[in-house]
Structure formats: structure tokens, C-alpha cells
């Protein structure tokens, strides 16, 4: 059974820099790709980056300046540092497997003026 757990969030101020964690365990850990989503109060969740097996990340646009996914698989952990962050990164950020769907439990974020 995968377990996906996020780590890093809490409250910062804004223009600073936050590195969260995602750590994977389960039969499904290694060689996979794993995807950082984030969901705003009252929004839906989005989609952030995602970085393959291969180390290939993807960016959406509209974090793609500020956003850098990176893996490390000797210690089965996927990371997402946000720098620059503004109140509108406020939200919980979750990691997802993508070959099984499986989520994390999210970790949050509140970025203060």
C-alpha cells in the first residue's frame, strides 16, 4: 500500500521561500512520477508541477517563475520549493502518485502580509 506524507508548510511571510516535502513509501515508491497540487480556501485544487521517474519536471505557467520540483530517491522524497511567496500561495498543498492516484494527506501554507 503507497503512502504519500507532506511536510514543510506553515506560516510565512510574504517574499520568503519554503521547501515542502512529500514522502513516498509503498511497493509503488521508486522510479515513479509525483505531482504537487494546492488548494486555495474555497477554490478547487490545481495542479503545480510534476516531475517523472526520469527527473523531467513540468510547470504550469503561472507558478513556473517561482516554483522548482526536484526528487530524491534514496530517500524516496519529492520536494517543491516555492520562493517569492505571496498571500495567494495561501492553501494546502498535497503530493500525488500519479501512476495510482494516490494522495497525501496535504501539508498548509499561509503566507502573511
Known amino acids: 500500500q503507497v503512502q504519500l506524507v507532506e511536510s514543510g508548510g506553515g506560516l510565512v511571510q510574504v517574499g520568503s521561500s519554503l521547501k515542502l516535502s512529500c514522502a513516498v513509501s509503498?511497493?509503488?515508491?521508486?522510479?515513479?512520477?509525483v505531482a504537487w497540487y494546492r488548494q486555495a480556501p474555497e477554490k478547487t485544487r490545481e495542479w503545480l508541477a510534476t516531475?517523472?521517474?526520469?527527473?523531467?519536471?513540468r510547470y504550469d505557467q503561472s507558478v513556473k517563475s517561482r516554483v522548482t520540483i526536484s526528487r530524491d530517491d534514496a530517500k524516496n522524497t519529492v520536494y517543491l520549493q516555492i520562493v517569492n511567496l505571496s498571500p495567494d500561495d495561501t492553501g494546502t498543498y498535497y503530493c500525488r502518485l500519479v501512476l495510482t492516484g494516490d494522495w497525501g494527506q496535504g501539508t498548509q501554507v499561509t503566507v502573511s502580509s
Open positions: 516531475i517523472s521517474a526520469a527527473r523531467l519536471p
Open positions: 509503498g511497493s509503488a515508491a521508486s522510479g515513479v512520477s
